[in-house]
């Protein structure tokens, strides 16, 4: 048997006993012979302890005791005991002629998983800080009480990092935060990781101003000391929100106004604490409204698109039209789109309205002469998506429209992002006759490896540059350097933010020819297109040409 039997008569005497029972208890066999007493056996197990005779005798006698108070025949009685280290679960089952069975079994791997069980269920797996459950029991125990603060913890940018180096990088990076949080703590202070990169820290009875506030402040200095991981020394930072108990009238409350309170701190640049202020709900509802809005006109359809020409000035002709977006809001009228377009990166709708501009911007192109092509810019975040190769080749596909006609603009950023990934998607366009501008150059971290590895139709000088071409000798030279590398590469250079003769003069005289901007022509709707191209093309055709045209062929 697997587990120790032992049967006693009804005048206490031992009737049966197996081996395991003996060894599971550590009783010497020779000494607990047939017909030892139950008192004989009680005092075995005493063999061991270190107590005085007297001691034994009265935990004996408190023993017998507690075995014949459940003392009914037929029923079973259990208890456990601790042996040689050994977790022992005695069954006495008592007989009808006053004798009774004990079984006694080893669960103490049993009773160790429950107990790892337990602490599971209060603790967080990888970090081994108390987790969600741990921390909504205390809030709900200790709210009501003076002087309880909350604070959430979140990790700036943690998508980003976990992509970079990978979830078992991010798991480190998890448990060494915890570690940073945790070493800054006193004994007043508890802290929880409660989801993903978010933990949450409960400070009972602090001072909000001396001891909270300066917990914040010594968490934020924790890091500025690099993570040391096995992928190298990784830099982070962490936002805090912090809300007093006190100044709420329940515990979703308390929870709110710590909730924005990082928000806040998040919005105002990250890498900082905010405390809960007024105002900051109202500032959280436009947030939500405008995201709402969003959505809802992205499934309306109230974006429109204007098109900016780029010009040839040694061709004459009308290269392309970039596709602007422009949100029409059925309230608020037009909003630009420096107003809602980082924010639509922020909370992943810009890869539906990228979606979106592409097909609109093939349809519309579909009416313009074939020599004319479509420009349109995909964002970075937009980039990152592992099928964004294909969804745009499915658009241009079921729009009908010549690949050929159809340029996508990236920025250096999206190069910084995977760049192996992001060569094989550009790679996967450009096999299939779709053109590609490298939009904003020399603004981000421009590398010549890019333009050596990256079949580019277009190069596109950031108007940074054009804008002080006529007072500054170091934007001439890195335009002049720039012609020359895609006039070598045989890639089209094109100067964005072209306003005034003078810059076309000089543009011209380092053999960047195409031009855009609002020198050549402001944005404007689809409509007016193909009168443009024909006004502007006829125009130089028949030599009637404007002061502004005839610069352009200087």
């Not at 059925?330 to 592409?358: C, H, K, Q, R, T």
Request: aromatic letters at 8%.
């Amino acid at each position: 048997m697997s587990q120790g039997l032992c049967l006693f008569d009804k005048n206490e005497c031992m009737v049966i006993c197996n081996d395991r029972f003996t060894q599971l208890l550590g009783i010497n066999q020779e000494k607990f012979e047939m017909g030892s007493t139950f008192t004989d056996f009680l005092w075995l197990l005493h063999t061991t302890s270190n107590d005085s005779i007297s001691e034994i005798a009265k935990s004996v006698d408190i023993q017998r005791q507690k075995h014949f108070e459940h003392a009914e025949p037929g029923k079973i009685n259990h208890e456990e005991y601790v042996f040689n280290g050994l977790t022992i679960n005695f069954s006495n089952r008592f007989l009808a002629d006053g004798g009774w069975v004990s079984t006694i079994e080893d669960i103490t791997e049993k009773r160790k998983i429950e107990n790892e069980v337990k602490i599971l269920a209060h603790h967080d797996f990888l970090t081994g800080l108390k987790n969600r459950t741990s921390y909504q029991k205390k809030i709900d125990e200790i709210f009501g009480a003076d002087n309880n603060s909350l604070l959430f913890v979140d990790v700036d940018l943690f998508k980003e990092i976990n992509d970079q180096f990978g979830h078992p990088a991010g798991d480190n990076i998890l448990r060494e935060v915890g570690k940073k949080i945790q070493k800054n703590l006193s004994k007043k202070e508890t802290v929880y990781r409660i989801g993903g990169d978010e933990f949450a820290i409960i400070c009972r009875n602090s001072n909000f101003e001396e001891d909270v506030l300066s917990l914040c402040g010594r968490i934020l200095r924790e890091f500025n000391t690099p993570i040391q991981t096995e992928w190298g020394d990784i830099s982070l930072s962490v936002s805090i929100g912090v809300a007093s108990s006190s100044d709420c009238k329940n515990i979703d409350t308390w929870v709110q106004h710590t909730d924005l309170a990082l928000y806040a701190a998040k919005e105002a640049g990250r890498n900082q604490f905010l405390r809960y202020e007024k105002g900051m709900r109202e500032a959280i509802q436009k947030k939500r409204k405008l995201e709402f809005d969003l959505k809802k006109s992205l499934e309306h359809e109230d974006f429109f698109l204007v098109y900016q020409p780029v010009v040839n000035a040694q061709t004459h002709k009308v290269s392309s039209f970039e596709a602007l977006l422009r949100w029409k809001h059925p309230v608020d009228g037009i909003i630009p789109p420096i107003n809602f377009i980082p924010f639509a990166e922020e909370i992943g709708l810009m890869p539906s309205i990228d979606m979106w501009v592409v097909k609109a911007a093939c349809k519309e192109a579909l009416s313009w002469p074939h020599h004319v092509s479509v420009s349109i810019n995909i964002s970075a975040k937009t980039f990152e998506l592992n099928n964004i190769s294909e969804s745009i080749l499915k658009i241009i596909e079921d729009v009908n429209i010549d690949p050929g006609r159809v340029e996508i603009e990236i920025t250096e950023t999206s190069m910084l992002l995977n760049a192996e990934e992001t060569i094989n998607k550009i790679k996967k366009l450009t096999e299939n006759d779709i053109k590609i501008a490298l939009d904003d150059f020399g603004t981000g971290y421009s590398s010549l490896s890019f333009l050596r590895d990256i079949p580019f139709n277009r190069i596109k000088i950031d108007r940074s540059f054009i804008k002080d071409i006529e007072s500054n000798i170091h934007s001439i030279a890195i335009i002049k350097a720039i012609a020359g590398i895609g006039d070598a590469l045989g890639v089209s250079i094109t100067a964005e933010g072209v306003e005034t003769a003078s810059q076309i003069s000089l543009l011209m005289r380092d053999k960047c020819y195409e031009h855009q901007g609002y020198y050549i022509s402001k944005p404007f709707e689809q409509t007016h297109i193909l009168p443009w191209i024909l006004s502007y093309e006829s125009e130089i055709v028949s030599g009637t040409l404007t002061e502004k045209e005839q610069i352009c062929l200087v």
